[in-house]
């Protein structure tokens, strides 16, 4: 079911492309069918420990409400951050549904990683064409390991906006090598963090009954987020600073949202700026 959801909510993206009065209600659907998925997807979070994940889709109730109603309205704030999800999308569709591609990639990024693994001095063996073990330890890469995500939503960011075409080639030349150079170091300290077992603390938090996870735990799901997390932060600025217009629509999107909970959690406090 949660794999349809994706599929529902790429279709829906791409369609809101298409210029038509039914595209707000695209838009709509792309955004429950992410929602939805969110929440389909906690009992695989909770069995990875990863509480992140979890959060985002708690946050992402009050998103989708806000969004809804303003979309009706066909207003512009939401209309415009629709159409960097969907140009996300049309990113990420190719690698995504092409198993051929998505393999490719798949296959591209293990290499690239098992090299500068033995460059480092950490050399892999591989069991399988994207299943890599040292020390008796597997550890698999899947097309999240890539870096595409994060690819296609920050140049969704960097395209989703009326832009020239210099700052649209600066956005790509910013986005695209960093973000993939740094998702083999990230693949690289994981690996290693898990397989030389660096981080064998607080079974009882990080542990799943598996031997050695609590090291992928602490690597993976806490110092790698958070890193990913800095970094994407860094980048967006990054991109505001050439993109002005990204800072002016994410000032927009901010009092927005903002407002409308400041409502719920306020109400008497009088309304502020939307």
Known sequence: MKDYLVLISCICFLAFLIPSRFRKYFALGGWASIVGYLFLELPYYFSLN??????????SVPFLYITAKYLLRDDPRVMQISMIAAVAFLIYAPFGYIPELGNWLIAAVADQTSAVLAAVGYPVTFQAWNLMERNGLQTEIILACTGIQSIAIMLGVAWGVQSTLKQKIA???????????????RNVFVITAYTEQWFPYL????GNGEFGYESFFWAHNVMAELGALIFLVVLAYTLFMIVPQLGTLADNLYRLYRGEIEQVVRPNAGKTER
């Open 171 to 185: 956005g790509f030349l910013i986005v695209f090598p960093t973000i993939y150079i740094l998702n083999i170091v």
């Open 203 to 206: 079974p009882e938090i990080a």
């Open 50 to 59: 990863n509480f992140v994940y979890p959060a985002i889709a708690v946050l």
